[in-house]
C-alpha cells in the first residue's frame, strides 16, 4: 500500500455525539459504539478507529418517531400543510449547505465503505444533483395541479398531499446518494421524517447534521443511530409509521412489516435484493461484452443491487470469453481507494472475505473451478475476485446474491435455459443482454421486459440515470425510484370538489384571490 496523502490521512477520531430529534442536536451521553474501518493506517495492518456513534435503544427510537408524528399533527403540522415554494425552499437551503461538507464526506465514503475517491466524488455530485432536479420536478408537478377541473358540474382541484411519518433506512453501499433517494422526496413531499443511517456509512452524515437542523422545521427530519432491532424495531411497533423506505434486504423489510400493528395503513417503498443475468450471445461484440460484464460484475467489488451476479455465456463462445474474462479480472487494481488506477478495494464488512470464500468452497465442491490464477487470493481485508465456471443450480452462489467479488458463469446451449431460469428466480430486477442480430434480439426483449424492469442492450446493469424508473418485480422492489416517480411514491393524490353553482364558486374565488389556503392556489413556481 502506498502513502496515506495527507488530504486523506485519519488525524483524529470523529466522536458523533449528537442526534437531532425535534429540531434539536441533542447531546448523547449514553452508550457508543465504535466505528472502524478495515483501511490500515499503519504499515502493519490494523484496523483503523474512526470514531464513534451512539448506541441508542427504544427511548430515543420512540422520542424520534414521537417528535415526527407531533411534526404532521394530524395533518395540521407547519411542513405537511407548508406551502409547495417554501418547502423547496427549505431544501434549496439544505443543498446549499450541504455543498459545503463535500470535501469531509468524501474522504469518510472511502474509509468508511472503501468507495475509491473518484466514485465518492461521484456519489457526491450526483445526490447534490438529484436534489436540484427533484425540485426541479416538483415545481413542474405542482404547475400542472395549480388549477381547477370542472367534469360533470363539479370543480375540483387536485394535488398530491403527504403520507404520513416515514421511517428512511437507507443502504451501506451507497449511503449518501441512494438514502437520500429516499429521504429527499419523502421529506420534500411534507412528510416528516425519522431516519436511521446504515451499518456502514454512518458517520459521512455527520458533517450534514447541522444542515438539516437548520434548513427544516423541527421535527421535520429526525436522525438516529443504533441497530435496527434496537431503534427500527420500536419505531414500527409504535404503529405511527405511516410509510417503511428502505433500502436493504427483504427479510429485514418482511420483519419490519410484521411489527406493524396496522399493516393496512403502511405503505412500502422498498430496493431489495438482485441477482442481476447478463445474457452473452454467439454473435456479440467479445471486447465490448467482457468490459461491460467486468464493470458489471466488480465495480465497487460487486457490492451494489444492480451488479451483474450471473454471466451466462452460450456454448459456442464459452471458452474465449472464459479465458479473456478471466485475464481481465486478474489484471484489475485493488489498492486503497485513494490510488490512482484501482478499481478493486478493501471491503467494509471484515466478515465478507470469509463468506466469499464459502461460496468458493461449495461451488467448488459441486463441480466448479476457479479460471483466474488469483481467484480467491485473501488479503488483511479483501479477497480477490473469483470467476468460478462452470456452475450449475446445487451450488449457494447460483442461488444467493453474492454482494462481493465472486462472478459465476453458467454456458447454455439454448436461450431457453438462461429465460426459464429467470422466471423461476425470486428477483427481477434487471438483465444485460449482449448480441446483434435483431431477428434474435427482438423476440428476446419482448420477453425479457416481462420478467424483469430494465433490459440493458450490450451495456452492464445500472440504476441511472435518475429520471429514468428504478424498481424490480418479485422480491427485488416495491414502489418505483426515479425522480419523477419517487415523488409520486411518497405522496397521494388529494382534491378539493365543489359543486359548480354560483354559492360554491364565489366561496373558490375568495379562497384564491385571498391566497389564504396553500392548497388551493394557482400559484406558478419558476
Request: glycine share 6%; with cysteine.
Amino acid at each position: 500500500m502506498s502513502t496515506i496523502p495527507q488530504e486523506f490521512q485519519i488525524t483524529s477520531t470523529l466522536a458523533q455525539d449528537t442526534y437531532l430529534v425535534n429540531g434539536e442536536l441533542k447531546k448523547w451521553t449514553g452508550a457508543t459504539t465504535p466505528v472502524y474501518s478495515t483501511i490500515s493506517s499503519t504499515a502493519n495492518y490494523a484496523p483503523t478507529l474512526l470514531g464513534t456513534i451512539p448506541a441508542m435503544g427504544e427511548k430515543e427510537a420512540l422520542e424520534a418517531v414521537e417528535s415526527a408524528d407531533l411534526a404532521f399533527n394530524n395533518g395540521q403540522g407547519l411542513w405537511p400543510t407548508m406551502k409547495v415554494v417554501d418547502r423547496i425552499k427549505c431544501m434549496e437551503d439544505f443543498v446549499t449547505k450541504m455543498k459545503d461538507t463535500r470535501a469531509e464526506v468524501v474522504k469518510l465514503l472511502m474509509w468508511e465503505i472503501g468507495k475509491t475517491l473518484g466514485d465518492s466524488e461521484k456519489e457526491f455530485d450526483r445526490t447534490v444533483e438529484y436534489i436540484y432536479d427533484t425540485i426541479d420536478s416538483l415545481k413542474e408537478l405542482n404547475s400542472r395541479s395549480a388549477h381547477f377541473s370542472k367534469v360533470q358540474g363539479i370543480h375540483a382541484m387536485v394535488r398530491r398531499g403527504p403520507l404520513g411519518v416515514v421511517l428512511c433506512l437507507g443502504p451501506y453501499n451507497y449511503p449518501l446518494n441512494e438514502t437520500f433517494s429516499l429521504l429527499i422526496p419523502a421529506l420534500i413531499m411534507g412528510n416528516p421524517v425519522v431516519f436511521k443511517p446504515a451499518k456502514h456509512g454512518v458517520l459521512l452524515l455527520s458533517p450534514l447534521l447541522e444542515a438539516f437542523r437548520s434548513s427544516f422545521p423541527k421535527g421535520a427530519i429526525n436522525i438516529i443511530y443504533g441497530r435496527g432491532r434496537e431503534v427500527a424495531s420500536p419505531i414500527m411497533k409504535s404503529g405511527k409509521v405511516g410509510v417503511l423506505a428502505l433500502i436493504g434486504n427483504s427479510k429485514s423489510a418482511i420483519a419490519l412489516q410484521d411489527q406493524h400493528p396496522n399493516k393496512n395503513r403502511l405503505r412500502l417503498i422498498l430496493g431489495l435484493e438482485a441477482k442481476n443475468p447478463a445474457i452473452i450471445l454467439p454473435d456479440a461484440d467479445l471486447d465490448l461484452a467482457i468490459q461491460e460484464c467486468i464493470t458489471g460484475s466488480l465495480s465497487f467489488n460487486g457490492q451494489r443491487c444492480t451488479a451483474l451476479k450471473v454471466l451466462y455465456v452460450h456454448e459456442s463462445i464459452a471458452q474465449e470469453f472464459n479465458t479473456r474474462f478471466a485475464a481481465k479480472v486478474d489484471a484489475l487494481a485493488f489498492g486503497n481507494p485513494w490510488e490512482k488506477g484501482v478499481m478493486l478495494t478493501p471491503l467494509p464488512e471484515k466478515e465478507k472475505p470469509a463468506y466469499i470464500q464459502e461460496l468458493i468452497d461449495d461451488a467448488k465442491a459441486n463441480g466448479a473451478q476457479i479460471l483466474n490464477a488469483k481467484g480467491g487470493e485473501h488479503s488483511d481485508n479483501f479477497i480477490f475476485p473469483a470467476v468460478l465456471y462452470p456452475v450449475n443450480k446445487s451450488m449457494r452462489v447460483y442461488h444467493e446474491e453474492q454482494f462481493g467479488p465472486v462472478v459465476p458463469i453458467i454456458s447454455f446451449k439454448d436461450i431457453q435455459e438462461p429465460l426459464n431460469d429467470m422466471a423461476e428466480s425470486n428477483y427481477g430486477q434487471q438483465v444485460s443482454l449482449f448480441g446483434k442480430d435483431i431477428k434474435t434480439i427482438a423476440p428476446l426483449i419482448d420477453t425479457l421486459v416481462n420478467l424483469v424492469c430494465r433490459v440493458n442492450l450490450n451495456s452492464s446493469c445500472q440504476r441511472g440515470p435518475d429520471v429514468f424508473p428504478f424498481t424490480g418485480r418479485k422480491d427485488s422492489a416495491v414502489g418505483t425510484l426515479s425522480i419523477h416517480d419517487a415523488l409520486r411514491s411518497f405522496s397521494i393524490r388529494t382534491f378539493v370538489a365543489s359543486k359548480d353553482n354560483e354559492y360554491n364558486n364565489e366561496i373558490l374565488q375568495e379562497l384564491l384571490n385571498s391566497k389564504e389556503s396553500n392548497f388551493i392556489n394557482t400559484d406558478y413556481i419558476l
